[in-house]
């Protein structure tokens, strides 16, 4: 879940002269940063570092680089930020020199921006400071997030083999990539070679959606199945998008509700236990080792081979 919250005493051109910009969690939220998360911290950066040069590299914990320091500095210092992007998890600042830094956020990354030492947002382990002042912060406190550069996103996408993203999967790609595979669905989603993006909760949601049992095999879908799990891919994506990940304001249609991760859409009700649409106990098992929620009803088991 993530939240920004911007403190100010007086404006300039671009932001306040006393700002304090910190974007954070809030709560105790079980999961790492998914597609959504990552897409809601690049329009962030992207507000604040677009178009800004880069002064000074503030290393505080190496241990999340993938670069040498050193060389970090080298590539950074004087360059400005031209654009952002992102592929599924990750993150991308491009650079003037042509180059790109990536940022992957682990289990518990986060960006911040402040102006004052005092403000320094805890577990910042890398700070940017920019022109005008500006500290662009990757904060992470397990330190599993790793921030590295690379020539340019399609060079870092065939280095990590990672598939299109998941936003921009045509229903054709999806179709082409399950045909013939006897692999469950849900493993086969999680695989970020077929689609860059879609994590474990995601991939829940997406098959309840789909009304897709998450022990079929992919090649068992049938041309409407594919269909709607594509739609279900964009529809869970874009909603967990327009709400920044805030779990608790997602459609009490989604599944999402029976992991129990926030508040409850009715906080007073016990109704998040129970499929929206048969109101059937939601379940949970493990399927290729990763928990998985379902509803037995509306995401019937398949047959036996």
């Known amino acids: ?29 079980p999961t790492m940063p998914e597609l959504p998360e990552v897409e809601t911290y690049r329009r962030f950066l992207h507000e604040v570092v677009l178009h800004q040069t880069i002064a000074a590299v503030e290393i505080l914990d190496a241990h999340v680089l993938a670069v040498e320091p050193d060389i970090l500095r080298r590539e ?64 992470d406190p397990r330190k599993f997030g790793r921030i590295r550069l690379a020539d340019n996103v399609t060079a870092f996408q ?13 229903a054709a790609e999806l179709a082409t990539g399950l045909a013939k595979k006897k692999t469950l669905i849900k493993p086969l989603l999680l695989d970020q070679r077929l689609t860059a993006g879609l994590g474990n909760w995601i991939v829940d949601e997406v098959l309840f959606q789909a009304a897709v049992h998450p022990e079929r095999r992919a090649a068992s879908l049938s041309a409407d199945e594919v269909t709607r799990l594509h739609a279900a891919v964009q529809l869970v994506l874009r909603t967990a998008i327009e709400q920044e990940a805030t779990y608790r304001q997602f459609p009490a249609t989604f599944l999402i509700h029976a992991r129990e991760w926030d508040t409850a859409p009715d906080p007073q009700s016990d109704a998040h236990r129970f499929c929206p649409r048969d109101k059937a106990l939601i379940v949970k098992k493990y399927v290729g080792g990763r928990a998985t929620y379902f509803c037995t009803v509306c995401q019937p088991q398949p047959q036996p081979e």
């Open 1 to 29: 879940m993530v939240r920004f919250s911007l403190q100010a005493s007086h404006k300039t051109d671009r932001f306040p002269v006393a700002l304090r910009v910190t974007h954070y969690r809030t709560a105790f939220v």
């Open 158 to 170: 065939s280095e990590k083999k990672l598939g299109p993203d998941a936003l921009d999967l045509t």
């Open 76 to 139: 950074l210092v004087g360059a400005t930020v031209t654009g952002t992007r992102r592929l599924g998890k990750n993150c991308f600042l491009e650079l003037s020199t042509g180059k790109v830094l990536a940022l992957h956020f682990g289990m518990t990354g986060d960006v911040g921006a402040y102006r004052h030492d005092y403000d320094v947002p805890r577990f910042t382990r890398v700070a940017l400071h920019l022109q005008d002042g500006l500290r662009v912060a990757f904060i």
